[in-house]
C-alpha cells in the first residue's frame, strides 16, 4: 500500500513548525509498511488533487497568506471543493483553515476571500489568543483528548458544520463559544500547533486510516508502541486541567 500527502505551500505557510506534521504522517505510515510520497504543492504546481491521497494546508503570516489566498481562489478553488466533497482526507491548520471557509474579515475592514468549501467564517480579533490547549474531540463517534498550542487573533465561527472538538482548556475557534476546530467529511480544520499530530497519534492514525480506506477499501491499522506520546500528552493534560 501506498499513500501521497500532499503538502500545501510549504515555502509559504510553515509557521510553528507544522512542517512536524508531514514528518509524523510520513513515519507512522512507514513503521507499518505503508510507502509515502510527499508532494510539494506550490503556486508553480499544476494539480488537480485527484494525485493525493492525505492533504495538508498548515499556517503563515499576514503577507503569506494573501498570496495563498490568491492563488487558491483564483486557479485550486474548483478542484480543491471537489476533492474535498470527494472524500479526500484534509488536515488544515490556523491559517489555512480559515481559508477553506467562506472569508476572513481584517480589523481594517478589508475582507479575505477563501474558498468557501467550509461553511465558516473568520474576523480579526483585539486580542491574540495564545495558550496551551486542550479539547475534547469527537470524530466518527469516538471521543478522545486532544493537546496543542494555540496562536491566533482570529475568531472563527461555524455555521452549518461541526466542531472538532469540545474546549476542556484554552479558546478554541473564538473564545466564545467553547468550540474549537470544525470536521466536514474526511476534512479537518484547527487551531491546534504544537506540531498536533506529533503529541496526537490517535488523531494521526484517524487520518491515515481515513486515505487507506478511501483508497483501499476498509482497513485495520496495525497498533502502534505510542507510550512516549501518552506520558507526554497526559503530562499536558494533568498540567492544565487543574487551571
Known sequence: MKLTIGHMYPDLLNLYGD???IITLKRRCEWRGIDTEIKSITI???????????????????REQKIVSDDLTL?????????????????????????????????DGNKLPGIGA?????IAGNKRMIDNIIID???????????????HSGKTFLQNVKPLGRVIYGNGNN?????????????????????????NPEFTDMLIKK??????????????????EHLTQNAIIKRFSKK
Open 19 to 21: 512542517r512536524g506534521n
Open 75 to 107: 486557479k485550486r478553488a474548483k478542484n480543491l471543493k471537489s476533492a474535498i466533497e470527494d472524500g479526500l482526507t484534509l488536515l488544515s491548520i490556523c491559517g489555512g483553515y480559515q481559508l477553506l471557509g467562506k472569508y476572513y474579515l481584517s480589523s
Open 211 to 228: 486515505a487507506l480506506d478511501r483508497k483501499y477499501g476498509k482497513n485495520q491499522l496495525e497498533p502502534l508502541d505510542d507510550s512516549f
Open 44 to 62: 508553480d504546481t499544476n494539480t488537480d488533487f485527484t494525485d493525493i491521497d492525505i492533504l495538508f494546508l498548515g499556517g503563515g503570516s499576514d
Open 175 to 199: 473564545g466564545e463559544d467553547g468550540m474549537e476546530g470544525t470536521v466536514y467529511k474526511n476534512t479537518f480544520g484547527t487551531y491546534l500547533h504544537g506540531p498536533v499530530l506529533p503529541k
Open 137 to 151: 474531540a469527537s470524530i466518527d463517534g469516538k471521543t478522545f483528548k486532544m493537546v496543542g498550542f494555540e496562536n
Open 118 to 122: 467550509l461553511d465558516i467564517y473568520t
